[in-house]
């Protein structure tokens, strides 16, 4: 036991299963993720599943439950602001990409994402990752939503409703494998049924709305883009989601494509233009309009280039966390493919290069993984993600901040989710390493606290381990 001044309390060490309705973490090094310094000797006072204080001085109310955690490291949860339930980053999770329904037909992988939902919950949390931001597929998301809701052992899950691609049906089906039977992607030529997507989320409880125009690589797409101009349907949607409180975030892999959004109201960037250099012009309209952009760096390299040449730079927590059967698909032998990595290569740092120059010019950067696509194991790829961007040359200590309260802002959750701050939800990470001194200590993971609750790494391997 400890003595503090007018009372004793009993100290136990991090993670204890231990549930009190006000708990100290003592001792640590907290680092917000509000963007400020890191403090010592800081105190996490938390009551039920709520933040109640947290920083040096904080005092400990008299029989609270003390937790030791001096020489470790506080940080908030991390939170992954674009993943896909509907996908496993198995090898056979996108016919249309990788075609080896020859050894897992699409059918039995549908039949295997859906028995391993609790399991790919389960990985998030494992790897730190205590919510994620859904963006784009069939109802199983909602469905997805609503298990981790009832789950201790789950990340909060928000949904982005979406997608809605700019192309007749017909092409759309062309382009995309129906998930057992849904659409994943929603297509949509007029303002009407723009508008009428932004309702259908709105009346299902999403929390913002996602749109894309992509030509996905198809020429038959490219041809369906050229006469039909997208402003209009993207305007309608924008406007519409704001009478709904409603914020639209937008698949951005094309500079102009991305400008004309800003400038239209989108409040975020899902990726990062990748074919042409940002302007001096787009970056002061990011500024002025405050859009955060999320690169997904980590896609690019690992999903495009690696798992063509197999020479894949796995991380221990990959391999540790991931749901078992997704990472050793990988491995998998492709069919012949005309070799496209050195047009990848060059995407891949032409969207480096950007991520990098927005960070420079002071444009907010937030963290996400595109997870769910081949290549992308649920929660240990935001890890994945965090090396890409320090490899372009962002810090990590601007990452942190990036992967937290910046996500959360993506989200439109800021107010309740992404700082260690009072009034928040008690979601966080004791460490074991600085994560600024090298962010792969944000993989040294102790304990995950996740409203309050508290869980050791060993409790949140996926239950699938055969």
């Not at 010592?40 to 109640?52: C, H, K, P, S, Y």
């Not at 249309?96 to 790919?120: G, M, N, Q, S």
């Not at 039909?228 to 009478?243: F, M």
Request: glycine share 8%; hydrophobic share 45%; net charge negative.
């Amino acid at each position: 036991m400890i003595r503090l001044p007018g009372y004793v309390v009993l100290l136990s060490i991090c993670c204890t299963t231990a549930v009190a309705e006000v708990t100290a973490y003592a001792g640590a090094t907290l680092i917000d993720g509000t963007g400020r310094a890191a403090v010592e000797n800081a105190t996490v006072l938390i009551e039920g599943d709520r933040i109640v204080a947290a920083g040096p001085g904080v005092e400990i109310p008299e029989g609270a439950h003390v937790i030791d955690v001096r020489g470790k490291w506080v940080v908030p949860g991390l939170i992954d602001s674009h993943i896909h339930f509907m996908t496993s980053g198995r090898m056979y999770t996108r016919p249309a990409f990788f075609d080896l329904t020859d050894r897992v037909p699409y059918e039995e992988e549908v039949e295997w994402i859906k028995a391993h939902i609790p399991d790919t919950l389960r990985a998030f949390m494992c790897s730190g990752v205590t919510s994620v931001l859904s963006l784009g597929g069939p109802s199983l998301e909602y469905d997805a939503r609503e298990l981790a809701a009832g789950m201790d052992d789950a990340p909060t899950v928000f949904i982005g409703h979406g997608v809605i691609a700019h192309a007749p049906r017909f092409v759309a089906e062309r382009m995309i494998t129906p998930w057992d039977g849904e659409l994943t992607l929603k297509p949509a030529l007029s303002a009407e049924e723009g508008i009428a997507y932004v309702r259908e989320a709105a009346a299902q409880g999403a929390d913002l709305v996602k749109t894309a125009v992509d030509d996905r690589g198809s020429a038959l797409l490219r041809a369906a883009l050229w006469w039909w101009d997208w402003r209009e349907l993207e305007a309608a949607i924008i406007e519409e989601a704001a009478k709904h409180g409603l914020m639209v975030t937008t698949h951005a892999h094309a500079l102009e494509y991305a400008r004309g959004m800003i400038e239209l109201g989108a409040a975020s960037l899902q990726h990062v233009p990748a074919d042409k250099p940002v302007d001096d012009a787009f970056i002061e309209l990011a500024r002025e309009k405050g859009v955060i952009v999320v690169p997904t760096l980590g896609l690019r390299k690992r999903t495009f280039i690696e798992l063509f040449t197999k020479d894949i730079d796995l991380l221990p927590i990959e391999e540790t966390c991931s749901v078992p059967g997704v990472v050793e698909s990988w491995y998998e032998p492709l069919p012949p493919t005309d070799d496209q990595s050195t047009r990848y290569r060059e995407q891949g740092e032409m969207a480096a290069a950007n991520a990098k120059a927005l960070f420079d010019a002071g444009i907010p950067l937030a963290v996400a993984t595109d997870t769910g696509m081949i290549g992308l194991a649920a929660g240990s790829s935001m890890h994945v993600e965090l090396r890409a961007l320090n490899q372009a040359g962002i810090p990590a200590s601007y990452l942190i901040h990036a992967a937290t309260l910046n996500s959360a802002r993506v989200a439109g959750s800021e107010d309740r989710y992404g700082s260690v701050e009072a009034g928040k939800f008690a979601d966080f990470l004791i460490l074991s390493a600085n994560p600024v001194d090298d962010i792969a200590n944000l993989q040294a993971i102790e304990c995950v606290v996740k409203h309050g609750r508290e869980f050791g790494q060993e409790e949140l391997l996926p239950l699938d381990r055969e």
